[in-house]
């Protein structure tokens, strides 16, 4: 499902996760958590994009997220 050279841009930390192993343990973590879910995956020749929305007990976050940009939304549930 991800590249051998998978990056993962961590909004809780400085630095990105790379590599294939560290997104897919980063994902599962997040998985057994959260409430975890893909809205809208948008895949052209050079940019892609996924609406998300995670969940951990009464909040929620959603985000848009493209190569170099994001725009977030967070609301209490």
Request: proline fraction near 5%.
């Amino acid at each position: 499902m991800f590249a051998e050279n998978a990056v993962l841009n961590n909004p809780l930390g400085d630095e990105p996760l790379i590599g294939r192993e560290s997104v897919v343990e980063a994902k599962q973590t997040v998985h057994r958590l959260a409430d975890l879910s893909y809205k809208e995956i948008l895949s052209g020749e050079t940019h892609h994009a996924a609406s998300f929305r995670l969940q951990l007990e009464d909040t929620v976050a959603t985000q848009w997220t493209t190569p170099g940009a994001t725009r977030t939304a967070r609301s209490p549930r």
